[in-house]
């Protein structure tokens, strides 16, 4: 067996195992949100969501929550760290491994809860550092591009050809995330406003979504300069 097919089968038996990890993890989520749509929502998850008051159970119950997802973060980050042989294949795992999850989680949530009826229904997309809020359809888009991305980048590191980055292309894809991530959090402080759809910016969250990509590409056809390694 040639060098050449053995990396490509270590390759495809890494990204299977990451896929069916991340897979896990989607129906995990799935069915924690199932016993807590029970108990918080027994009458049904709907948006504006009716305020849970401040007893000390119910800030319990947010604090156990956030933990979890804290700890999920970490699951991940370390399965990468094991996977990965250096920093761009790490990264590349962590973006597949949390597009997936998240893709997945609405999947498992379709077929037991027939729940979103719609792309276009509103979910609780996370809470930390705040709640995140907004239609289904815009986190979806997010892990497809985080796929596609992933998807290319552990390709040509496998090729020999990594995709070439420098600190201004980091600094424009942390400010094409944050602009995202606002997006969300931004939406997430009207949850229980009669209004909320209109405090998402399909407009805000475009600009964040076409920067990145349109930064990524620019990577991807970069040429090394003599002497300078990737990054």
Same mark, same amino acid.
């Given at each position: 067996?040639?060098?050449?097919?053995?990396?490509?089968?270590?390759?495809?038996? /890494?990204?299977?195992?990451? %896929?069916?990890?991340?897979?896990?993890?989607?129906?995990?989520?799935?069915?924690?949100?199932?016993?807590?749509?029970?108990?918080?929502?027994?009458?049904?998850? +709907?948006?504006? *969501?009716?305020?849970?008051?401040?007893?000390?159970?119910?800030?319990?119950?947010? &604090?156990? !929550?956030?933990?979890? !997802?804290?700890?999920?973060? %970490?699951?991940?980050?370390?399965?990468?760290?094991?996977? $990965?042989?250096? /920093? /761009? !294949?790490?990264?590349?795992?962590?973006?597949?491994?949390?597009?997936?999850?998240? #893709? @997945?989680?609405?999947?498992?949530?379709? &077929?037991? *809860?027939?729940?979103?009826?719609?792309?276009?229904?509103? +979910?609780?997309? @996370? *809470?930390?550092?705040?709640?995140?809020?907004?239609?289904?359809?815009?986190?979806?888009?997010?892990?497809? #591009?985080?796929?596609?991305?992933?998807?290319?980048?552990?390709?040509?590191?496998?090729? =020999?050809?990594?995709?070439?980055?420098?600190?201004?292309?980091?600094? =424009?894809?942390?400010?094409?995330?944050? %602009?995202? %991530?606002?997006?969300?959090?931004?939406?997430?402080?009207?949850?229980?406003?009669?209004?909320?759809?209109?405090?998402?910016?399909?407009?805000?969250?475009?600009?964040?979504?076409? $920067?990145?990509?349109?930064?990524?590409?620019?990577?991807?056809?970069?040429? !090394?300069?003599? $002497?300078?390694? =990737?990054?």
């Amino acid at each position: 067996m040639t060098t050449s097919t053995t990396l490509i089968k270590t390759l495809i038996t /890494r990204c299977i195992l990451v %896929v069916i990890l991340a897979i896990a993890f989607g129906y995990i989520e799935a069915a924690v949100v199932v016993y807590l749509r029970q108990i918080f929502h027994p009458a049904g998850f +709907d948006f504006p *969501l009716l305020p849970f008051g401040l007893t000390e159970t119910a800030g319990k119950m947010l &604090l156990v !929550e956030i933990g979890r !997802e804290a700890a999920t973060l %970490v699951l991940i980050l370390s399965a990468c760290l094991l996977i $990965g042989q250096n /920093r /761009r !294949e790490r990264l590349a795992y962590f973006l597949i491994i949390f597009a997936v999850w998240d #893709i @997945f989680y609405y999947v498992f949530l379709k &077929l037991i *809860l027939g729940w979103p009826a719609s792309i276009t229904d509103w +979910d609780v997309l @996370f *809470l930390i550092p705040v709640p995140w809020a907004g239609p289904v359809l815009a986190p979806v888009i997010v892990s497809v #591009i985080m796929l596609v991305f992933a998807g290319v980048t552990v390709y040509r590191d496998w090729a =020999g050809r990594p995709i070439i980055t420098d600190s201004w292309d980091w600094l =424009g894809f942390s400010i094409a995330a944050l %602009v995202i %991530v606002a997006s969300f959090c931004n939406a997430g402080r009207f949850m229980q406003s009669a209004d909320f759809a209109t405090h998402f910016s399909w407009t805000f969250f475009g600009a964040g979504v076409l $920067g990145a990509a349109v930064l990524f590409a620019k990577c991807v056809y970069k040429k !090394e300069s003599p $002497g300078k390694p =990737g990054g």
